[in-house]
Nanobody, 125 residues
């Protein structure tokens, strides 16, 4: 049973914007920090952003700071990633993940309890 479902990926030109969403069951969403990862072809999965259970603690990978914004809507059990000023190097499959603590999301390797199936983001130059 798929418990995290991403949506919103697609093809965009460099400099454009996309918004990703991750929807989870209420039981998972309410009790977990949520994060985004990405994996480009031939590269390892990398951390993108994380938001704590109640949204008070947010952090980003350096390469997306100032361009991406993570948020969560606890009433809708949905996490979002607004991606602006996209670059070709942002091309990857983006995954959402859930873990008990933000530190579990940012750990290397991450200690997530749940993963989504991913959504493709392609940025053309």
């Amino acid at each position: 049973q798929v418990q995290l479902v991403e949506s919103g990926g697609g093809l965009v030109q460099a400099g454009g914007s996309l918004s990703l969403s991750c929807r989870a069951s209420a039981s998972i969403f309410s009790s977990n920090a949520m994060g985004w990862f990405r994996q480009a072809p031939g590269k390892e999965r990398e951390f993108v952003a994380v938001v704590s259970r109640f949204g008070g603690d947010i952090s980003y990978a350096d390469f997306v700071k100032g361009r991406f914004t993570i948020s969560r809507d606890n009433a809708r059990n949905t996490m979002n990633l607004q991606m602006n000023s996209l670059k070709p190097e942002d091309t990857a499959v983006y995954y959402c993940a859930a873990a008990a603590w933000t530190a579990f999301i940012t750990a290397n390797p991450p200690r997530a309890n749940y993963w989504g199936q991913g959504t493709q983001v392609t940025v053309s130059s």
